[in-house]
């Protein structure tokens, strides 16, 4: 059974319109204009068990708003939701036992204690059993190298040091889905590395399933056999990593054309090139996980998803 | 009620965790530890001498005496210190969880929302306010000479726990309207203040204003209820002992705001 099952789903945001200069901001007081954003746009993604899958887009494509709905923060607008078999905002309690989550741009740590004591909170609010805790303390602590760290208060440690204990937390109740929304921002090569082989030996050890945002490609090329690419709302493309990189062409080039829309050729000999092309070559990820099967994807186009 | 309660109990071991926790980091500020400490006590320090100036014009007000509105005062203030000691997080909840988005953290945790939105700050050296209380009533019962029975030893924290259910409530709802609206500052600290009301013999209140706080904002069953109670002051005293059920129904009305608000949490745009 799929672990992450979306159809259609849906997040509209009413934005609030401010009208420009001191005397519009005046009429703002009294009249308000509101505009409707559609930040996800009738999406279905499904992820199998054990995947690793990047989910990539320009600013503002939806990303960080679909991971809110996914982990259960966000109440969806329309459109259904299974998540480990949880309809996430309605069991949200048990359902987050489930799933680890990082949100790069925010701490989940509680700013003034340390490190070591923020961990025996959430063992505390996850009620993991004290063996169990020790053993994946000293497991996650050997991997990310936290060693020194853990005596630290979370406010005095640098960003890289912080996004290790970060990784640590959202994993020390065991989940089996771990959503990373840019774990890598602002982090430097060194730390980036030991992320992605973090991430990696989690993945084949404890068949972890994971879905992670970024804007660096180079995590996407390290971790992902399979990418789902957002715009506006809508995925542009979603099968093997393999299936879109052409021979001689960077990732970064290819992810840019599809970002502008530009002409899309599958890799494995899928539709023809073109604007907009309603149909894009490759498959989703197989059953089990690493697997790619990139013939006979889905079919998304500009007019709506298949 | 009963089954929240038994559900609440559950959490126990957790709170008193949080609560060491909250101590702890607490005093990793000291000079906002001993300032928080310092502005309590001049502020109630300031209101019993406001009391009492009061009084030396007038031997009694709308036949209260000086030593029964220190007493009001005095009762007032524990569930007050309570409230105040544990519900600070309220405060800026507006700006710190809704604006700036870190609800999105507390809904990722496998606790009650605002259990966590009340744990994760604690002012609990404003605990010391109950202290304060508790010297004034004795005073204040000494002069007038109180006959205290022992099962008031029982009704006092019951009448405490309704008022600060009371007080829970009403900041509750306030504070979830922040659910609804894009404002910075939220309502909380504009309304603060109201618990003043709390704290003075209603019937100092014109008709209107007695009615709303006693039926609509019904803060007089906080402090001045429950201590005309104990004052015999008969036909308030009475009043007393509605307090545990509308503490309990204005925090179910509270939590019931507060629920439908966190299904229109929206995050901050990022
Ligand atoms: N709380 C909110 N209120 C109003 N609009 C929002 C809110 N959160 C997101 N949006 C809007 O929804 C759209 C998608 O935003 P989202 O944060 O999901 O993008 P993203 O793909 O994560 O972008 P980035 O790469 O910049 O993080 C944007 O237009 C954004 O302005
Ligand atoms: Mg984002």
Redesign the pocket.
């Known amino acids: 059974m799929a672990i992450i099952e979306a159809r259609q789903l849906t997040k509209e945001?009413r934005?609030f319109k401010s009208r420009p200069g001191l005397a519009g901001a005046f009429r703002d007081l009294f009249t308000r204009r509101y505009e409707t954003?559609r930040?996800v746009d009738a999406i279905d993604l499904t992820v199998e068990p054990g995947e690793v899958v990047g989910y990539i887009?320009?600013?503002?494509?939806?990303?960080?708003?679909?991971i809110k709905m996914l982990t259960g923060i966000l109440v969806p607008t329309a459109g259904h939701l299974l998540v480990n078999g949880c309809v996430p905002h309605r069991e949200r309690e048990r359902f987050v036992r489930t799933i680890g989550v990082v949100f790069g741009q925010r701490s989940q740590l509680w700013w003034d204690i340390a490190v070591r004591e923020s961990f025996r909170l959430l063992q505390r609010i996850y009620g993991v059993p004290d063996a169990e805790y020790r053993r994946r303390l000293d497991e996650l602590a050997g991997v990310l190298e936290l060693g020194d760290l853990l005596d630290v208060p979370v406010r005095k440690l640098s960003l890289g040091q912080r996004m290790r204990c970060e990784l640590a937390a959202a994993l020390l109740h065991g989940p089996s889905l771990l959503f990373l929304?840019?774990p890598t921002i602002g982090l430097d090569v060194v730390v980036k590395l030991r992320i992605r082989d973090f991430l990696r030996e989690i993945n084949a050890r404890h068949g972890t399933t994971i879905l992670l945002?970024t804007?660096d490609l180079a995590d996407i090329e390290a971790l992902c056999p399979r990418v789902v690419i957002?715009d506006r709302?809508r995925i542009l493309y979603d099968g093997a990593l393999d299936a879109i990189r052409r021979d001689g062409q960077g990732l970064e080039e290819v992810v840019r054309a599809i970002y502008q829309g530009e002409a899309v050729g599958g890799g494995a000999g899928a539709g023809p090139g073109g604007r907009r092309v309603p149909e894009l070559g490759g498959g989703r990820a197989a059953e089990g996980g690493s697997a790619v099967e990139p013939e006979g994807g889905r079919q998304y186009g500009a007019g709506g998803a298949g | 009620m009963a089954l929240r309660g038994l559900e609440m109990a559950r959490y126990l071991p957790l709170i008193a965790r949080f609560v060491a926790q909250n101590l702890k980091s607490r005093l990793a500020y000291p000079a906002d530890f001993w300032t928080g400490l310092a502005s309590d006590l001049v502020h109630q320090a300031a209101n019993l001498v406001f009391i009492l100036v009061v009084f030396q014009h007038a031997p009694s007000l709308h036949g209260w005496r000086r030593e029964e509105v220190v007493f009001i005062y005095g009762y007032f203030l524990v569930p007050f210190a309570v409230f105040h000691a544990t519900a600070a997080n309220l405060w800026d909840f507006a700006d710190r969880y809704v604006v700036r988005g870190e609800f999105d953290r507390v809904l990722t945790r496998p606790l009650p929302s605002l259990l966590q939105v009340f744990l994760e700050t604690m002012e609990l050296e404003s605990l010391l306010g109950a202290v304060t209380g508790v010297a004034a009533m004795a005073w204040a019962g000494r002069a007038l000479g109180l006959d205290w029975r022992l099962a008031d030893l029982a009704i006092f924290p019951v009448l405490v726990a309704g008022g600060v259910a009371i007080y829970y409530g009403i900041f509750i709802a306030l504070a979830a309207v922040a659910f609804w609206t894009d404002s910075r500052t939220g309502l909380i600290p504009l309304l603060w203040n109201l618990n003043a009301y709390g704290r003075y013999p209603v019937d100092i209140y014109s008709r209107r204003l007695r009615f709303v706080f006693t039926w609509v904002l019904p803060l007089a069953f906080v402090g001045f209820f429950p201590a005309a109670y104990f004052l015999r002051r008969g036909a308030w005293g009475w009043y007393a002992a509605l307090t545990p059920a509308v503490g309990a129904l204005v925090l179910a009305f509270g939590v019931a705001v507060w629920s439908a608000g966190v299904r229109r949490y929206?995050?901050?745009?990022?």
């Open positions: 945001f934005k954003v930040a887009g320009p600013n503002g494509a939806g990303k960080s708003t679909t929304d840019e945002t804007h957002l709302g | 929206r995050g901050a745009g990022s």
